[in-house]
């Protein structure tokens, strides 16, 4: 079994670390996991993954700013007025809207999730990428990842001779 790990870095608002997995196996190993039947064998990998409202909170942010000028410079030039009011409220509601999407992304923006990975998908396709909030988890994340792809080796190596009886003394 040869195993690659390559990390990743993307750098944006916020750093994301990424940990592609590939894993090629050898003739000799697809046939123990054809033999004895290891294809629906598999392991969880911790991983994060962003929220939904974590996307809502970063547009609430970015957009209110724009709103609350678009807000102001309306509500100035349209001379008051019922369509004064409406600008008055675009521009005065801003910093609640804005509010709103900084308590949103302050709750925690990242969650814990947990990917399968079965050897089924190992030999169909032979690479899967984990994500991480930070460089830390990234690191557990990997030494998870080389402990149960190990732990496949010992086990197809263990299985690899198996014999049909074993004699015992006690």
């Known amino acids: 079994m040869k195993v690659t790990i390559s990390r990743r870095e993307k750098r944006g608002l916020r750093r994301s670390f990424y940990i592609d997995c590939s894993v090629e196996f050898s003739e000799e190993e697809q046939a123990i996991i054809k033999a004895r039947n290891l294809k629906r064998y598999g392991f969880t990998v911790d991983q994060s993954y962003r929220m939904p409202n974590d996307i809502l909170a970063g547009f609430l942010r970015g957009v209110t700013p724009l709103l609350a000028v678009i807000g102001f410079v309306l509500m100035i030039t349209s001379g008051g007025g019922p369509r004064g009011d409406l600008w008055g ?82």
């Open 89 to 170: 409220v675009l521009f005065f509601g801003s910093p609640i809207v804005w509010l709103t999407g900084w308590n949103m992304d302050r709750r925690g923006d990242k969650a814990a999730g947990r990917k399968e990975i079965t050897v089924r998908r190992l030999l169909s396709s032979d690479t899967f990428t984990v994500f991480a909030s930070d460089a830390g988890e990234a690191k557990r994340s990997e030494d998870n990842i080389h402990e149960h792809l190990a732990r496949l080796k010992n086990e197809m190596v263990v299985l690899m001779d198996v014999s049909k009886s074993d004699t015992y003394e006690l």
